[in-house]
């Protein structure tokens, strides 16, 4: 499809250089679009939509230089406000987390200062990691520092105390835990995510593959267990999703950990099932298919 009729537009960002447990992530966007040509296209809680009825165009990778996060950052951020700035919802493939960063400086960019949504194992809230300040695990906090914004965390087991004081100190600052889930349900949270963004003009997502369980997605960078099922995942996403989401991230695939493609399968099923809510609640707001 030209990029003029598509209303989303896909892209990889093949980036994995700071990682710091098991890289790869760099094969991630090929392996994710190999799983989501080998599933079926249906919504896992809509019917009567199918991915092939959204106007979708695949840009194919950015090329990013390994070894170099700024240039990288640098890179997606132009391509993002490229995109962004003619009226496309965005799908970023990483990647590493990292490549967040270059998807919200491209939406500043063009006047965007989105909400974020962030399905995430970790806060990714430090400083700097092991001297880098541009890092997998920094990548929030430099968002932070960027504009002040209201972010909601959902899935979050693993942390220092440094990151876990400053998110606690913010008050724009959500946290879900998975032991939130476990209590209150994904109906509950799904409304709490909800008020939280109310009065948000735009949303982000990003989603780290991490956030759900290592039974489910063993094919991480960094696996925590005790993480969130894809239905409950699933569920939540669904509900969290709506027309003000102008771009949506998947991040720390590692196919070289994988076990049988499983985690590329779920991430493809994941992104799938963004496409289609997306769809779906723009179909109702301006009733037009
Ligand atoms: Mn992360």
């Known amino acids: 499809m030209d990029r003029e009729d598509a209303l989303y537009i896909v892209v990889g960002a093949p980036f994995d250089s700071t990682s710091s447990f098991r890289g790869g992530q760099r094969f991630a966007p090929y392996s994710i ?3 989501s040509s080998n599933i079926e296209s249906n919504g896992y809680y809509l019917r009567d939509l199918y991915i092939e009825d959204l106007r979708i165009r695949d840009e194919g990778d950015i090329a990013l230089p390994p070894g170099n996060a700024s240039e990288a950052v640098e890179r997606i951020r132009k391509v993002t406000s490229e995109l962004v700035g003619i009226d496309k919802r965005l799908v970023v493939i990483g990647g590493e987390h990292i490549i967040t960063l270059g998807v919200i400086k491209g939406l500043v960019d063009v006047g965007i200062r989105p909400c974020i949504v962030v399905f995430d194992a970790h806060y990714d809230l430090r400083w700097e990691y092991m001297g880098e300040k541009l890092s997998h695990a920094t990548v929030m906090r430099r968002i932070l520092e960027l504009f002040p914004t209201r972010i909601v965390y959902i899935g979050v087991r693993a942390y220092d105390k440094e990151e876990v004081d400053l ?9 879900i835990t998975v032991g939130d889930v476990n209590r209150l349900g994904p109906i509950n949270i799904a409304s709490s995510i909800k008020r939280f963004l109310d009065g948000c003009k735009h949303v982000h997502i ?3 593959m991490d956030a759900y369980d290592t039974a489910y997605a063993p094919g991480v960078s960094t696996p925590e267990p005790g993480g969130l099922t894809p239905r409950e995942l699933l569920y939540i996403l669904h509900e969290a999703i709506d027309d003000r989401v102008v771009s949506i991230d998947i991040v720390e695939v590692t196919p070289p950990y994988d076990c049988n493609g499983i985690t ?13 809510t997306l769809e779906s609640k723009r179909r109702r707001r301006t009733g037009r298919g």
């Not at 590329?264 to 289609?276: D, F, H, P, V, Y």
């Open 167 to 175: 998110a606690v100190s913010k008050p724009l600052i959500e946290e």
């Open 206 to 208: 990003t989603i780290d």
């Open 264 to 276: 590329s399968i779920l991430a493809a099923k994941t992104l799938q099932e963004a496409l289609l």
């Open 33 to 35: 679009r190999l799983a």
